[in-house]
């Protein structure tokens, strides 16, 4: 089954133009094109789900070029390729430890809150010591205020 740039577009909530960059870039090599149309067949849809992955990741356009490149050059360029998905699984994990300790301190805050409002100030709240926070939120209050990322 084929595609058109449309119906990519809407799949990957990608502007049109994105496409048309990715293809001109030698993202898809073995693109076919019926009457100057492009067709996206399943291969395409896999390599532009692996493009994606690598932009969330934070990886910029020219090292998902390079990657591109090494994956036409075939099976002698796995140990890069390789390499470049460690190096991205760790920034991603990285991210993740630091998100989970902003996550960390939101829930705090919305506990702190949700408490103020019940008591209708913070001094307790100013008062109170880790020990007598509920265990999920002294969890939480630990992990936002501790120092290390």
């Excluded at 094109?33 to 910029?60: A, H, N, Y």
Aim: with cysteine; glycine share 4%.
């Amino acid at each position: 089954m084929y595609y058109t740039i449309g119906q990519i577009s809407d799949m990957f909530k990608l502007p049109v133009s994105t496409l048309r960059y990715y293809d001109k870039e030698g993202f898809s090599p073995n693109l076919k094109r019926v009457s100057g149309i492009r067709r996206f067949s399943e291969t395409e849809i896999d390599t532009l789900r692996v493009i994606e992955c690598l932009k969330k990741s934070g990886l910029e356009i020219k090292d998902i070029k390079l990657f591109m490149d090494w994956c036409c050059k075939g099976a002698e360029t796995y140990p890069q390729r390789k390499e470049l998905f460690e190096k991205q699984k760790a920034a991603v994990e990285k991210e993740i430890l630091r998100l989970n300790k902003v996550l960390d301190m939101i829930k705090y805050k919305c506990w702190y809150y949700e408490q103020a409002i019940k008591d209708g100030n913070e001094d307790r709240l100013k008062a109170i010591t880790p020990d007598e926070m509920p265990e999920e939120i002294r969890e939480a209050f630990i992990s936002s205020h501790s120092e290390h990322d």
